[in-house]
T-cell receptor
Framework: EADIYQTPRYLVIGTGKKITLECSQTMGHDKMYWYQQDPGMELHLIHYSYGVNSTEKGDLSSESTVSRIRTEHFPLTLESARPSHTSQYLC?????????????FGPGTRLLVL | AQSVSQHNHHVILSEAASLELGCNYSYGGTVNLFWYVQYPGQHLQLLLKYFSGDPLVKGIKGFEAEFIKSKFSFNLRKPSVQWSDTAEYFCAVRSYNTDKLIFGTGTRLQVFP
């Protein structure tokens, strides 16, 4: 079944650690996205990719980085985690005809940096 | 800059009550409109979407939304809510000249039996 997978679902980590949040999709979509969501707030786009070797920063400034070496895989990395990075991170992918694309979301990763 | 407003932050209803959640956006051009739902402990799911055509859109689980261009609105409705509709609801807008979705802050709906 086509889906979007994110691991880990929950992560508690100490300040200064390097972390990678995984996102994979089996939907065959070219476009993928990372959003950051705090409780009671809207989703903010932090990174997106239109295909392999394509990555762009989103509207919300983030110290994280992303890579897109394979179509189905879009990992997000924090080189040195800080308490301010505590948040929920949502991965999404989209497909469909131009101007009629719909984004589908993974289950999210809840990150707590101590 | 584009923005999306969801005026109801927290709505509490009894089962069988009618529901209307407001969504207004600021972009003046052609838009795509979406409602997503996030049930407790689950991921964000598409509830319904509007691209063109009939402004009254029907989605899953008995939800519908009406696009009123003159009011820049895309309100979500359901005639009779159930306890299982308890969730957070997000309105999102994408303008024709960008791929980016702009989300509202969400409305938390609690339905009591």
């Amino acid at each position: 079944e086509a889906d979007i997978y994110q691991t880990p679902r929950y992560l508690v980590i100490g300040t200064g650690k390097k972390i990678t949040l995984e996102c994979s999709q089996t939907m065959g979509h070219d476009k993928m996205y990372w959003y950051q969501q705090d409780p009671g707030m809207e989703l903010h786009l932090i990174h997106y990719s239109y295909g392999v070797n394509s990555t762009e920063k989103g509207d919300l400034s983030s110290e994280s980085t992303v890579s897109r070496i394979r179509t189905e895989h879009f990992p997000l990395t924090l080189e040195s985690a800080r308490p301010s990075h505590t948040s929920q991170y949502l991965c999404a992918s989209s497909g469909g005809r131009m101007q009629q694309e719909t984004q589908y979301f993974g289950p999210g990763t809840r990150l707590l940096v101590l | 800059a584009q923005s999306v407003s969801q005026h109801n932050h927290h709505v509490i209803l009894s089962e069988a009550a009618s529901l209307e959640l407001g969504c207004n956006y600021s972009y003046g051009g052609t838009v795509n409109l979406f409602w997503y739902v996030q049930y407790p402990g689950q991921h964000l799911q598409l509830l319904l979407k509007y691209f063109s055509g009939d402004p009254l859109v029907k989605g899953i689980k008995g939800f519908e939304a009406e696009f009123i261009k003159s009011k820049f609105s895309f309100n979500l409705r359901k005639p009779s809510v159930q306890w299982s509709d308890t969730a957070e609801y997000f309105c999102a807008v994408r303008s024709y000249n960008t791929d980016k979705l702009i989300f509202g802050t969400g409305t938390r709906l609690q339905v009591f039996p």
